[in-house]
């Protein structure tokens, strides 16, 4: 049995979970609002579409024409009244509902891209998917459906007992007694709950995670014949997720037929009560029909009272899940002005990039990476990071790009005519970069390398694709620069691919290029070809480049080396 202290803690959970998601859907006030309103005026009209149905059945027995027509005509009118308010809601549903869930899962996806990259790069690209889709329905949820239907049950509970206490107390009193079954059930239901949410979304963002690396990687699987391992991988969490959906069903099925029994005697109660008081005359056919109606509507408005709070916990954790996205630092850009001041002088004349005593540890790391290092690259210069793998040159790139920031130390970058500015986010309009990974993107050709300038012309294209030894092959194509390159270019070779990357990065022209293995996959003349021409296009470039071929250090001004405790020297070229 859960103790009153873990009760405690996950009320408290909760109520944390449920201030955030409030904050973060009061921009919906309006439209929540709006439901709320229409809920309640169809409440009320079913209740007053009730009451008139009371009266025409005792007009009908005592054959009161005037009051008959009376009173067909309003059950009528709000009946047929209370049909369209519900199908202009249904519509409203329809269009609003779709505007909210876009807006969530746009601003979601926009707190992932503007997160600090560091924190947000421990999360699988599956796990993020999984709270984009699935939480940000349930967020979505919650301002058009759960919000709202507050209201609108206590509404209709609170009408429904009053029309109730007013024509039979007694009547009230047997309604609820299924009531303290319903509590002790919702506090049982919310331990499990939670539990269940918990480990279903985060089962969810394993599978999720576990299709999109495998299929990424289809060639990898294929290529070593373990196809079958991963069929059985998928199934074995297939299996552990139907288990997980399994047990929650049958607690669901225990508590919703437990649940159903102890509604039914306490309907056959008031339906056995309802019939005594006419049997003795007390009430006419009319009241009878109305308790009838309202006692097992009282019934079940309470229960879905009660029952909200599983609901609740459900969409608590998505909130969770939410939050703990949007809640992540987000990179900072406020030198963006000072950036934008120095972008004439730094494209004219070069940028000279300085790194001074700085030190650089991963927040999973209590070891530095890279320690007191120093260097400089000068406009026009090319220096080179050399190393073993892993001892931190792909974290010199990410610290020259802004994606992280020194413990200790500093990088800044300066122009020729003295103005100067610390290396961040903002700095990154001075810089091209071309990553060791494969990294183009579904679409054509010029797609790939408009994302980096997208009012380019096909010339500059070209021209770029030249100066990358690419155009060689691309011109070839049946569709030149229009051929669609194919999820992580699959259908170009690492060579081709690494070009184009090159030539996306030099269409860009920014007075930085960092290159991290960019000629890993090409032959020595095309190597040469390709550095000879980076060098031609934008003479006061300044370039930095990690490598492990020694062919690419004669183009090189300085070789510094990355030792194993972190430390740069500079060696001899």
């Given at each position: 049995m859960k103790k009153p202290g873990e009760y405690a803690a996950l009320f408290r959970s909760l109520g944390k979970e449920w201030k955030?998601?409030?904050?973060?859907?009061?921009?919906?006030?309006?439209?929540?609002?709006?439901?709320?309103?229409?809920?309640?005026?169809?409440?009320?009209?079913?209740?007053?579409?009730?009451?008139?149905?009371?009266?025409?059945?005792?007009?009908?027995?005592?054959?009161?024409?005037?009051t008959i027509v009376t009173s067909a005509v309003v059950a009528v009118s709000l009946g047929l009244l209370q049909i369209v308010v519900n199908t202009v809601t249904s519509r409203f549903s329809s269009v609003i509902g779709t505007k909210v869930s876009n807006e969530i899962r746009e601003n979601v996806y926009e707190h992932i891209v503007y997160s600090a990259w560091e924190d947000i790069s421990k999360y699988h690209s599956g796990d993020l998917l999984n709270r984009i889709e699935g939480d940000v329905s349930a967020l979505a949820s919650s301002v058009l459906s759960f919000i709202p239907s507050i209201f609108t049950r206590v509404t209709q509970f609170v009408g429904c007992l009053v029309v109730v206490l007013y024509f039979d107390p007694i009547m009230a009193v047997f309604a609820f007694l299924s009531a303290p079954f319903l509590v002790v059930s919702s506090r049982v239901s919310a331990k499990m709950m939670r539990k269940y949410n918990e480990e279903s979304r985060k089962m969810n963002g394993k599978i999720f995670s576990f299709y999109s690396e495998s299929i990424q990687n289809i060639q990898i699987i294929k290529a070593f014949g373990i196809t079958k391992n991963y069929v059985d991988q998928l199934k074995n969490y297939l299996l552990i997720y139907r288990k997980m959906r399994l047990d929650h069903g049958k607690f669901s099925l225990i508590m919703t037929a437990s649940l159903s029994v102890i509604g039914l005697l306490v309907s056959y109660l008031c339906y056995g009560w309802g019939v005594w008081r006419l049997w003795q005359g007390v009430i006419t056919y009319g009241t009878m029909t109305l308790f009838l109606q309202l006692s097992g509507t009282l019934s079940s408005t309470f229960s879905s009272i009660v029952s909200l709070l599983p609901t609740s916990i459900s969409i608590a954790t998505a909130a969770g899940r939410i939050m703990e996205i949007t809640n992540l630092p987000e990179e900072s850009y406020i030198d963006n002005d000072k950036a934008e001041k120095m972008e004439a002088s730094a494209r004219k004349d070069g940028i000279i990039l300085t790194c001074d005593k700085l030190t650089y540890s991963y927040k999973s790391s209590q070891t530095a990476v890279v320690s007191d290092i120093s260097f400089f690259v000068r406009p026009g210069e090319t220096i080179a990071l050399i190393g073993p793998s892993g001892e931190g040159k792909t974290t010199i790139l990410r610290l020259i790009l802004g994606l992280i920031r020194p413990q200790s130390g500093n990088m800044t970058m300066s122009t020729v005519d003295g103005q100067q500015i610390n290396v961040s986010e903002s700095t990154r309009r001075f810089c091209s970069y071309v990553p060791q990974e494969n990294n183009v993107f579904a679409g054509s050709v010029s797609d790939n390398l408009r994302l980096v300038k997208p009012d380019a012309t096909d010339a500059e294209l070209i021209e770029a694709l030249q100066a990358a030894d690419a155009w060689s092959f691309i011109q070839k194509l049946p569709d030149g620069i229009k051929t669609q390159i194919n999820e992580k270019g699959v259908n170009f070779s690492e060579g081709q691919v690494q070009r184009i990357s090159i030539a996306r990065a030099l269409l860009r022209n920014s007075p930085v290029i960092v290159m991290d293995e960019a000629t890993s996959a090409?032959?020595?003349?095309?190597?040469?070809?390709?550095?000879?021409?980076?060098?031609?296009?934008?003479?006061?470039?300044?370039?930095?480049?990690?490598?492990h071929r020694p062919s690419m250090l004669r183009y090189c001004n300085r070789v510094y080396r990355i030792n194993e405790d972190g430390s740069l020297v500079e060696v001899e070229n």
């Open positions: 955030w998601l409030l904050g973060y859907v009061s921009r919906y006030r309006l439209q929540i609002f709006f439901y709320v309103v229409i809920g309640i005026v169809s409440t009320v009209m079913g209740l007053g579409s009730t009451v008139a149905t009371k009266y025409l059945i005792d007009a009908v027995v005592t054959h009161n024409t005037e090409l032959d020595a003349k095309t190597e040469e070809t390709v550095l000879a021409n980076i060098m031609k296009t934008y003479p006061n470039r300044t370039c930095v480049i990690t490598t």
